[in-house]
């Protein structure tokens, strides 16, 4: 398997249906930090499979978000230990790796799955070719990789059980930002009225998702709207969140979530970066934009990547560094972007 690209087509979902059923015991996993569309296609996945009698682990780099975590099915999903891991990789006799397709988001769980040169499918929605090696089954027109499971799952003439279409409602629902991105289509809206009618708990979905604020999220919001910065004539925003300011109100990861987006909201701004201080001398970026700007390819040249409207880079540098460096690129291909 190793190095195959698949389109995704309806040949080739056999060709992966027939890996899938041929394992026995199967570990999924998505990227750092998983979001409503990597968690709500593993969960859906997983139910399918364990129908099937396949014993079925959901195992992540990171813990589950709270947002997300009306998602956990039963068994819940394995929090990362290093043991732990180690042992149900080593036993397993397949691994899908679902809405990524870079090894380094993979996080804790890479060097073990380098180390054991584990059987490997890919299912992703992300441009590619895969960087991980396997069995790589991905469609970049789709919406969300929750989008792949369903029309999978639809080809397979597989059930679809309320709690897998509230799973795959949830993973499109969160990649769409609530149907109002711009890879929501009328194809889209297909599919979630049709995970409706299989009874999607669409009420919990959007109350979970887009409804709930965290206290600390409010915090950081107020702080971060009276110190963001506006150039290139108000088309970029961006704000810097050193690690004392979180702490300072108590913040986890989870909730800076929404931040970029809220900058993206200003009149006026095309393309929206927030700057996020990890520790150990690295930076999270995130970029969202709108329209034709593509933060993607802006992204790439910082070693990250995503889609379109919404990308992202890890970098391994300090703070102060990474601020002066992108700002500086980002005036330099966005100053001509189309206002809104």
Known sequence: M?????????????????LLHGAKRIVL????????????????????????????TILNPHPTPRRFRFLEPEPPIVPFEQSVAESLLDRADLLVVLDISVPERLGRIEPIVRKLDLP?????????????????YRDAGAAATGEIIYRLLVEWEAEITPG?????????????????HENTN????????????????MRAVHHNLFESTSLATLRLLGRIFSDFKL??????????????????????TEDVEGVTEALRAIE???????????GDGAT???????????????????????????????VREPLTAVVDKVVAAAHEAFDAAPSR
């Open 268 to 278: 006026g701004v095309v393309v929206a970066i927030l700057f996020k201080e990890i």
């Open 231 to 252: 150039s290139a004539g108000g088309r970029i925003a961006w704000v810097v969140l050193p690690r004392k300011l979180m702490d300072e109100v108590a913040a986890e």
């Open 186 to 201: 009328a194809r889209i809206h297909e599919i979630a009225a049709e995970l409706f009618r299989l009874e999607a708990d």
């Open 284 to 314: 999270k970026v995130s970029f969202r934009s709108i329209g034709s700007v593509d933060v993607n390819r802006f992204a790439r040249r910082f070693g990250g990547g995503g889609h379109r409207n919404a990308a992202g880079a890890f």
């Open 164 to 180: 897998i279409a509230t799973a795959l409602y949830a993973a499109i629902a969160y990649d769409t930002g609530g149907f109002r």
């Open 120 to 136: 490997t499918a890919v299912i992703d929605h992300h441009a590619g070719p895969s960087r991980i090696d396997g069995f790589d």
């Open 29 to 56: 996993t998505t990227h750092v930090q998983p979001d409503g569309d990597g968690i709500g296609s593993e969960v859906a996945l997983a139910a399918h499979l364990q129908a099937l009698g396949r014993q079925v």
């Open 2 to 18: 190793k190095g195959t690209t698949i389109a995704a087509d309806a040949g080739t979902g056999e060709a992966l249906r027939a």
